[in-house]
């Protein structure tokens, strides 16, 4: 029995429950009363996905994407073996948990099943709980890897986090029955559209200043031309009538001079909206910045039948 509201699994860098409001502004309004597919092609923790799920009767089917391979195969295990997910994540909670007050063996804990994690060597599910627990516990939910992909995020130093939340992990479950669940660069997702979709973007934001970047999700970093590719494919959906949703840093908000994104998007809608960060080493940084939101469409034009 299933009586909980999916909501995300995993804190996330740049998780975007606090834009959901300005997205909600922002959403072309046929979306409320035709049938629609909804693709997001840089999904992180779903935060969009799962409001999205959650509140659209319309909604006919989803498509999500992420290049992060060990993100993704959470996704499967959750929507394909949750039951066997939930046991072993239960045992590294009770393990976890009973370490309550000794924080050199919470540490050897913790380092021991980063280690594991890393050698990429478990089965599908027991990958998947590493790549759960390992969010739960380390600092601030970061995920980041080095070169080699190695995840190299040390410890948080949170008291008894919630390792197994096992409603929300079948709530979730039962959420991605209708979700088509691909691997790999955001462009492959066109494959995927018909003509009633709309597609949200939420790449990896352009750091506002060389030290903010936490853009390192994945071992390739999302430089200017990543942006840049991701603008031609944004004006190629266009063209074929789908319409889109883009979310990303304000860098002029920083840099008055700034015009990258005013002249990249200069054919589309930009709007500044108001956001706060919900990732950020620093609790000084982690005020009210503004954000961009662009779109491709006015909204009253936007889903037209074709
Ligand atoms: C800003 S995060 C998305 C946050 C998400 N909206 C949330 O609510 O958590 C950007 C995501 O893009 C992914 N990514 C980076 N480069 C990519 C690429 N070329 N294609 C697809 N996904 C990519 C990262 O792995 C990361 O999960």
Sequence with gaps: MINRIAKPFLKWAGGKTQLIAEIEKSLPYEITNKKFTYIEPF???????????????????AVINDINED????????????????SILEILQNEY?????????KKLYYYQKRNLYNTRKEEQSGQAALFIFLNRTCFNGL??????????????????????????????????QKVEILCGDFEQTLDFA???????FDPPYKPLSET?????YAKDDFNDNEQIRLKDFCSKLDVLNHSWILSN????GKNINDNFFDDLYSDFKIQRVDARRS?????????SLKELLITNYANEQALQPA
Excluded at 46 to 52: D, E, Q
Excluded at 194 to 200: A, D, R, V
Excluded at 249 to 252: E, G, I, L
Excluded at 279 to 287: D, F
């Design 43 to 61: 999904v992180g923790s779903g935060a969009v996905l799962f409001w999205v799920l959650n509140n659209f009767q319309k909604l006919e089917r």
């Design 71 to 86: 993100l993704i195969n959470t996704y499967k295990t959750i929507a394909s073996r949750p039951s066997e997910l939930i």
């Design 97 to 105: 948990h009973a370490l309550e007050g000794n924080e050199e063996n």
């Design 143 to 176: 995920y980041r890897v080095n070169s080699k992909n190695f995840y190299n995020v040390p410890m948080g130093g949170y008291k008894k986090p919630t390792i197994c939340d096992r409603e929300n992990i079948l709530a979730v479950s039962n959420a991605l």
């Design 194 to 200: 018909n003509n009633k979709s709309l597609f949200y």
């Design 212 to 216: 903010s970047s936490f853009n390192s």
């Design 249 to 252: 840093s304000d860098v002029k």
């Design 279 to 287: 990732i950020n080493a620093n609790p000084e940084k982690r005020g």
